[in-house]
């Protein structure tokens, strides 16, 4: 079993800045990609940003610029500076992580709690 718990979230003005940041711990082979989702009031889980165990990221467009995310894969944990942040930013934030789990290399989907962004106007 792998367990991922968030931290960082909470209540920003708008032009702010956040760091959210995801521990995996637990039965951990290997982690292979880990990243961000968001979901807002309303609307389906969308993906915000992901990285490779590598390094190799990839962006939504309406953060490209403003997000950075990196990993430091020592500590199992990825993180997501958010800089310049919008009121439309204002989302539940879910940690993702694909774990190798057993020597036959076996992978499986884990998701953090979530931890909640909010940003004024």
């Known amino acids: 079993q792998v367990h991922l718990v968030e931290s960082g979230g909470g209540l920003v003005q708008a032009g702010g800045s956040l760091r959210l940041s995801c521990a995996a711990s637990g039965s951990i082979f290997r982690l292979n990609a880990m990243g961000w989702y968001r979901q807002a009031p309303g609307n389906q889980r969308e993906l915000v940003a992901n990285?490779?165990?590598?390094?190799?990221?990839n962006y939504a467009d309406s953060v490209k610029g403003r997000f950075t995310i990196s990993r430091d894969n020592a500590k199992n944990t990825v993180y997501l500076q958010m800089n310049s942040l919008k009121p439309e930013d204002t989302a539940v934030y879910y940690c993702?992580?694909?774990?190798?789990?057993?020597?036959?290399?076996?992978?499986?989907?884990?998701w953090g709690q979530g931890t909640q962004v909010t940003v004024s106007s």
């Open positions: 990285i490779t165990r590598d390094g190799s990221t």
């Open positions: 993702f992580a694909e774990a190798v789990v057993n020597y036959y290399g076996t992978t499986s989907p884990y």
